[in-house]
């Protein structure tokens, strides 16, 4: 991908391609126009009936560092993550597992985190408590008596959220680990008790220069995952 692909002269393609998890931000505020702008675009994913079953908090200054100060204490004391859903299979099976490690080392590479150092691991899982300096970070939640359709269109909400923001010249990083500790959150964020914490999402602009905004993920081709149905030949009897 570069900026020669022909996908790259249309915007909404251009938006898509060139968002990524970003694990380094700038300090540069984010106006409160842009987040209002992006939460208004995004609101028009779809959703089954329209019952439109996300929520949004908007997390930035002194109540941003408070909870990320809480959630980095309880990453360094140890305290066991308690997220309320179960996000990977239960047991790791082929492509996933080598798909899954690929990633994992390559981020590691990149930023020189061998796989003796768990020290060096520790801490690069605790920058998502930082929010990986972003100043802004959106906690998504839904009831929590709400079935997998509306965990669908949740998704599409939180989608939406990121391609949006990349067409402000912002970017994104979606965290299911900002739900390993939803009592903290909760707590910080006066939550119900009849929200389930999806994922955190850091907002920001890249900081270019860090070696974790180095690494890229691959792709799959399009054809190593669709099977196209066309015209269909009727068997001989």
Request: net charge negative; charged share 25%; with cysteine.
């Amino acid at each position: 991908m570069n900026s020669r692909d022909p996908y790259f002269d249309n915007d909404t393609l251009q938006a898509i391609l060139t968002r990524k998890s970003v694990r380094g931000f700038l300090p540069d505020p984010v106006s409160a126009e842009d987040i209002r702008t992006i939460l208004h675009v995004s609101a028009r994913a779809p959703s089954g009936s329209n019952i439109q079953p996300w929520k949004v908090h908007v997390v930035s200054g002194t109540a941003r560092d408070a909870l990320s100060q809480a959630l980095l204490q309880a990453h360094e004391n140890g305290e066991p993550e308690q997220r309320e859903y179960q996000y990977y299979p239960v047991k790791w099976r082929e492509p996933y597992l080598a798909r899954r490690r690929e990633t994992g080392w390559s981020l590691y590479n990149t930023l020189g985190i061998t796989r003796e150092d768990k020290a060096g691991m520790k801490r690069q899982h605790g920058r998502n408590f930082a929010f990986f300096d972003a100043p802004v970070v959106l906690f998504i939640t839904l009831d929590n008596d709400m079935e997998t359709g509306s965990w669908m269109d949740t998704g599409m909400f939180i989608q939406n959220i990121m391609v949006a923001a990349r067409s402000l010249g912002l970017h994104t990083c979606p965290q299911a680990a900002l739900s390993s500790y939803p009592d903290i959150v909760r707590r910080h964020l006066q939550i119900a008790d009849d929200q389930i914490i999806a994922c955190g999402i850091s907002l920001g602009y890249e900081d270019t220069r860090h070696p974790a905004n180095q690494f890229s993920t691959s792709r799959l081709e399009v054809d190593e995952f669709t099977v196209f149905h066309a015209d269909v030949q009727e068997k001989a009897p």
